[in-house]
């Protein structure tokens, strides 16, 4: 178990994509926009700088995509992508749990 120190709020994104009522661009754009509004706890965040320039070209990744026959194998790159960065581990004084960067809500 981990200590999220931020949260990134997607699921409503999957379900409408495993819906059909958005496209595959459409859920790049979206996770890009919550990317992009997510504010990083700089009192918690070692090397914040480096940390929010990876996690914006993540963002620029998922305004990437385009319709075609790798769409979908191009999202699944990017989420790995999402995925590692969010477990990073945060400094954590020895008393509390181990803080990681970010939970994905994705369900």
């Known amino acids: 178990m981990a200590d999220w120190v931020h949260k990134l709020k997607v699921k409503d994104l999957i379900a409408k994509r495993d819906e059909e009522t958005i496209s595959i661009v459409q859920l790049g754009e979206g996770f ?16 914040h700088t480096d940390q929010e320039f990876e996690l914006m070209d993540i963002a620029e990744q998922f305004e990437g995509i385009v319709e075609n026959e790798e769409d979908e194998a191009d999202f699944d790159t990017i989420m790995e ?15 509390l749990m181990q803080r990681k ?7």
Not at 81 to 95: F, G, N, S, V
């Open 32 to 47: 890009a926009e919550r990317i992009r509004a997510l504010k990083l706890n700089k009192n918690v965040v070692n090397d």
């Open 81 to 95: 992508q999402l995925y590692d960065w969010a477990d990073q581990l945060i400094y954590t004084p020895k008393h």
């Open 101 to 107: 960067m970010c939970w994905i809500e994705t369900f």
